[in-house]
Structure formats: C-alpha cells, structure tokens
C-alpha cells in the first residue's frame, strides 16, 4: 500500500516510519503540511494517488492548550475533519489518533468505546471535536484513543524519569491518576493494521480503544522504570492535588481495549515488555 501519513518526527510517527514494512510512505512534516491551515492539509490528501491515510499529527500540549484553545482546535479538530472529508470524498481510509482525555476520568472501571464523553479540559474538548468531524464526514475511518504514549523518541515520561532518575534520589510522583502505558511502536503498528484492514474491510470503520496494560499509577509505572533501568532511587507517592497544573488530568485512564482485539486481531500491548524495548533502544543510541 502507499499510505500518506501526517506527521514526521514526533513519536507515533517515528515508529509508523520505523514499522512500515513493504508500505510505500508518502510523509507530511510541518515544512510541507501546516496544521494550523486546513484547506492546504485537505490539497495534499486531494493531490494524493494514496491508499489510505494515517494522521499522527495533534496539538499535545495538554496545558498550553487551556490558553491557546483556537489554536489546539485548528490543529485537533478542524484540519483533521478537512483530512478525513478529502479521504472520504477519495474513497480511502483515514486512520487518526485520538485520547483518553474524551473521557472525564470518572471511577475506577476501563473506557468503553461508546461509553458517554466528557472532556476535562481544552486538550479534551479539541480531540473530541474532530472525532466527532471524522465520524460527520462519513467515509472509512479508524480513531484510535490512545493514552500516556511512551518511546525512545522526543520528549515523554519515560525519557523523563531516567534522566530525574540519574540526577536525584527520591521522586514524589502522582499516585491517584491511573491508566495504560502505550508503546509508540505498539500504537504505530496499530495504525499500520488499521490501515489495511479497512482498506480491504470498510466495515471496520469505528472508534477503537489502544493502551498498554496492565493499567498502572504514574508512581508504579516510574517503579518499573527504574527497575528495568537499574536505577536507585525512590519514589513518593503524591496525589494529584499536591501537583497543580493549568489542565486538570483525568485519575482514571483505563480503556477498554476489547474492541481492537475483536476488530483488528490486536492483542493489549504488554507496555512492560515495551519499555524494555525503549530502555534497548535507548541504549543502542548511547552505544
């Protein structure tokens, strides 16, 4: 397949790039595909002979988007409706990522797929927006909620610990926020399936749910961090409330990923065993 693919250097799209096998990529970076211009996002899709679509690109900055909230929906809702509407009017899937912070992070009990949004925040109410463009525009699609998105590449919490990890000897990290771990490379090959399967299956088409399991704290998942790193060094567990920040974080991030499986053959991904492929990588860097 020729899949276009928006986004280049973050982490998802490093590891769609890494992971995509025989697929003949055709990738966007910000040089070529502003976000923050929707009509010129939807010309490439138009001028495209693809086969099938692959957004990995988001406004992620989950506080900066509770000031800069006009600027979050260009980039989270209103390009990616334009994405998905020149996909539909083309015939070919679109794949887009989307997140956790749908959800208002509510009890103790996994995501559903269809269960009820409630977005906390800015971030929240953007991604959800262009869920709900994607699905307006009716062609095939696949939106993949995703949550805590680690690799060996770019900034993100794993990378983060290590160097804190190296540096300090004790860490307070928030304990009452819960949810899954997700591998890049796990996400990307995600994306990659889905690609395929509803280029050959349109009646996939849907809402899908990948997070890493188990379902973990951020204190426990910086744990297993140092663990599998060697490092010495502790960590305190604090609640949420002692670590204020402009966006209010959902405790609860569990989803439920049974959909995916059903759907697409995709198993959980085991973040353990992923973060041990992180922590190689990362090495192999070092060497």
């Known amino acids: 397949m020729k899949l276009l693919v928006f986004g280049r250097n973050g982490q998802l799209a490093t590891e769609v790039q890494r992971r995509a096998g025989g697929h003949v990529l055709d990738v966007q970076g910000s040089d070529s595909a502003d976000f923050t211009d929707p009509a010129a ?9 693809a086969d099938a679509v692959i957004n990995t690109s988001a406004y992620t900055a989950v506080d900066k988007a509770e000031s800069d909230e006009d600027t979050a929906r260009l980039v989270n809702a209103e390009t990616p409706a334009r994405l998905a509407a020149a996909a539909a009017a083309k015939g070919i899937p679109f794949v ?3 997140t956790d912070y749908v959800f208002d992070g509510t009890g103790e009990t996994p ?9 906390l925040g800015a971030y929240g109410r953007t991604k959800l927006a262009g869920e709900e463009a994607i699905r307006a525009a009716g062609g095939t699609h696949a939106i ?9 590449h770019g900034n993100n919490f794993v990378k983060t610990m290590l160097r804190l990890g190296r540096e300090r000897d004790r860490l307070t990290i928030v304990a009452d926020q819960v949810g899954g771990p997700t591998p890049a ?11 395929e399967q509803l280029a050959a299956d349109p009646s996939k088409t849907g809402t899908y749910h990948v997070s890493g399991g188990p379902d973990v704290s951020w204190a426990d998942f910086a744990r297993e961090i140092f663990s599998q790193a060697g490092i010495t060094c502790e960590v305190a567990d604090i609640p ?25 053959g995709l198993k959980r991904p085991d973040w353990k065993a992923g973060l041990a492929d992180i922590l190689a990588d990362l090495a192999e860097q070092d060497a």
């Not at 996002?41 to 002979?49: K, L, M, P, R």
């Not at 490379?185 to 990659?192: E, I, V």
């Open 185 to 195: 490379a796990a996400l990307a090959d995600a994306c990659l399936a889905a690609a």
């Open 96 to 98: 887009h990522v989307s």
């Open 111 to 119: 995501f559903a797929t269809g269960h009820p949004t409630a977005p």
């Open 41 to 49: 996002c939807a010309a490439i899709v138009e001028a495209s002979d």
């Open 240 to 264: 949420s409330s002692d670590f204020p920040t402009p966006a209010k974080r959902p405790l609860n991030s569990r989803m439920d990923n049974s959909a995916t499986e059903a759907a697409f």
């Open 144 to 152: 993949l909620r995703t949550s805590w998105v680690v690799s060996s």
